[in-house]
């Protein structure tokens, strides 16, 4: 062992793997030390002062030809670079979301918006919408060729063909006859108040709870194009359920919704809406026009709609 020791000092090592490999397990005998050592000497590209190396290949160097003797950095292909100034979003996106949030912020719940395509069943006939209605002519809507009607109709549609063709819950109805056939025809929504009656009348299936829903998505109209109109266009959509509700809640509710996205000067002027009574559309001055701009229309559900989507008896709605 001692030997062994004496060649440790006086070489830092022993040519035996073995020698160490039992000195170590005697505890205090030796200690393994890992020693760095380096080398430096000049390379071809020594130089006591420092160039800037080029990281572009510019116009000017191409024009003078100094790109033949210039030194260029290497490209560090592993560095994460400078984050991208694109993908902002689209001004009527940046509405959308403003809108949302406001919704959100006044208790509402979206309404689920992706069924584009729907049976004129549910976005005229549920509405208590005749079906000799001018809306329902071809200049005004979008009807589909393949396919062109659906066999799926909701439990309920003998309660809407006879709240259309008799009447009821205070109304004398339409007086005419109610055809199944027209109401299997598929449109593209024209509102997205088909969506709002899909969702009362699941509504009506739960025990009675005040409820609050909005929608904002697409809508088709067979419009002629200017200035103001569009085949298709956005639509935002409220409707509020509640056994107080009133037409004086309604103008309350906007005058704050409205407030929020900095509209303040309102009117209401009374309208027609086959499905809401009473109607009301909805105004605000424009200082760039100068006039009164109508921004909206809302109103009261009728109960022949309500009622006959299975809606209890004192539960009003308000839409807008």
Same mark, same amino acid.
């Given at each position: 062992v001692k030997a062994d020791l004496q060649t440790i000092v006086a070489t830092n090592?022993?040519?035996?793997?073995?020698? !160490?490999?039992n000195l170590k397990k005697r505890a205090g005998l030796i200690k393994l030390t890992k020693t760095l050592s380096y080398k430096v000497s000049k390379g071809t590209s020594f130089s006591t002062k420092l160039k800037k190396q080029a990281t572009d290949l510019t116009v000017e160097m191409l024009q003078s030809g100094a790109w033949k003797n210039s030194e260029f950095k290497k490209f560090n292909f592993d560095s994460l670079g400078i984050n991208p100034n694109g993908g902002h979003l689209h001004p009527l996106m940046k509405v959308r979301e403003e809108? @949302?949030? !406001?919704?959100?912020?006044m208790g509402f719940e979206e309404m689920p918006t992706n069924n584009f395509v729907d049976s004129s069943f549910w976005n005229f006939d549920a509405l208590f919408v005749?079906?000799?209605?001018?809306? @329902?002519?071809?200049?005004?809507?979008?009807?589909?060729?393949?396919p062109a009607t659906t066999d799926d109709l909701?439990?309920?549609?003998?309660?809407?063909k006879d709240v259309h063709e008799k009447g009821g819950y205070g109304s004398i109805g339409y007086r005419y006859e109610w055809s199944a056939d027209e109401a299997k025809k598929l449109v593209l929504r024209t509102h997205t108040t088909?969506?709002?009656?899909?969702?009362?009348?699941?509504?009506?299936?739960?025990?009675?709870?005040?409820?609050?829903?909005?929608? !904002?998505? @697409?809508v088709y109209r067979n419009e002629e194009v200017d200035a103001t109109h569009l085949a298709e266009f956005h639509q935002v959509e409220g409707v509020i359920a509640d056994k107080n509700m009133s037409l004086g809640s309604l103008i309350a509710f906007l005058d704050i919704f409205f407030k929020k996205m900095g509209i303040t000067n309102l009117r209401f002027k009374p309208t027609y809406n086959p499905y809401t009574e009473p109607s009301m559309e909805i105004f605000s001055w424009h200082d760039g026009f100068k006039k009164w701009v109508e921004i909206g229309n809302s109103g009261m559900f009728r109960p022949e709609m309500? @009622?006959?989507?299975?809606?209890?008896d004192g539960v009003q709605v308000a839409g807008f």
């Open positions: 090592g022993n040519p035996s793997a073995e020698v !160490i490999k809108f @949302r949030q !406001i919704f959100f912020e005749p079906q000799q209605h001018a809306a @329902r002519d071809l200049q005004d809507t979008f009807y589909l060729l393949d909701p439990a309920f549609w003998e309660t809407v088909a969506v709002s009656s899909s969702v009362l009348h699941k509504l009506a299936q739960e025990p009675y709870k005040p409820a609050k829903f909005f929608s !904002i998505d @697409r309500l @009622r006959s989507l299975g809606l209890e």
